[in-house]
């Protein structure tokens, strides 16, 4: 007799790289394990955790401390937190949560399963350990029918920027090995997947210390070079490490979307150095002009940070200068917020909250102006679109993105999911793009040829 598996239901915080290393947990637990999507099925609640700023530290707290009942009602249940927040606290998070069974860390995932055996056996497990090599695991994260994959192709950051928790909740930089990579998207690829994100804290500076040293761009371009594969992407970059050879990649490889996602943090060169983020605003500027000559039309994206320790009103300006000389099409914006063993949390001239907020506030209404520009730009024009699924606010239409990475709502038939179509764009939101469908112009439906795959309510974000 087989025994029916046991339920897994994990709650992901954070970035892409989080979702990506979830998806990794679940196939590392595959073998006891079927993902559910309901927590109260579930036999293992793992808790993928981010600590970049402290709302998403108090959010997984507020997390743990809601799932008392549900630990109550089903004491087998094991519940675990992953990821950086366990990382940074460790034991004392099972001194705060005393219904927790299982705390581990960024290599934690690795050892899952014996950890939750353990843990299965009652005890309280704490693994943080950070040693350095680790096996390079395939990360066989799509399931039949999925057209879009992200794969994790270096983990850790050795850059210290002074606000960023990362180096030490993730670790020293580790690039995987090129071959792995390129099999492993040679695998989706010939399975019918058609975008691949590659994901890394910096992805700039892969394959610095492999055995044999190959830059991003030379990975780009075997990856370029797979039949099958339409769309490639990657997050994160540094802007220091942008390089010519880089710049020029997307001008020439076919698979390489139109988008960048640099961020860049700040406009003013005071606060960049007190940032150690080793470039300064005219760098930045310089790499940007390089972009848009090896590439017209490139969308750019930015993560900015508002009332970082000194931050004068002077500096802001300067923030809100470049956003307007970059034209960002989008950005990401955060008020400063103090992290654990960073250099910036012991700056003495911290930013009160109400200045924070108040420029945070101006920062977005710029933003906000400027998206609405790129957006009215496209109106008019026919984009090829990655059919996504169905938009999450009118599920009688469609939701895909552009190369150029914008979210475009259109109708259109059903066989659309996970095909390129041609749509024109027809209205400018502030968040998203209406189009519509131009008839029999599905260029790759590459989903519509394996069996079993249905439209589905994706998520996709619009914003
Ligand atoms: N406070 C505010 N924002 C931060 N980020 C990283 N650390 C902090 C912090 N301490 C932002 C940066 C980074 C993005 C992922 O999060 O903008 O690029
Ligand atoms: Fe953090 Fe800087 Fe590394 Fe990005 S590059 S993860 S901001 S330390």
Redesign the pocket.
Known sequence: MVWPKRKLYIRTFG?QMNVADSELMAQILGEQYDLTARAEDADLFLINTCA??RKSEEKVKSLLGSLKPLKRARPQLILGVGGCVAQQEGERLLAFAPHLNLVFGAKGIYRLPELVDRAARGERVVDVAMERDLPDLPHRTWSPGTFQTMVTIMRGCDNFCS???VPYVRGRETSREPGAIVDEVAAFAAAGGLEVTLLGQNVNSYGRGLPEPMTFPQLLRRLDALPGLRRLRFATSHPRDLSPELVNAFGELGSLCEHLHL?V?SGANRILQRMNRGYTREHYLEKVAALKGACPGIALST???VGFPGETEADFLQTLDLMREAGFDQA?S??????PQ?RAATFPDQVPEDVKAERLARLQALQDELTRKAHARLVGREQEVLVEGRSKRSPQEWCGRLRTNQVVNFIGPRELLGSLARVAITEAHPHSLKGRWVEGSSTCNRAAERPGTSPREVSCSER
């Open positions: 970035c970049i700023r606000f960023c928790v961020p943090q993560d900015l940070i990401f955060f008020k400063y917020s103090p992290r960073t």
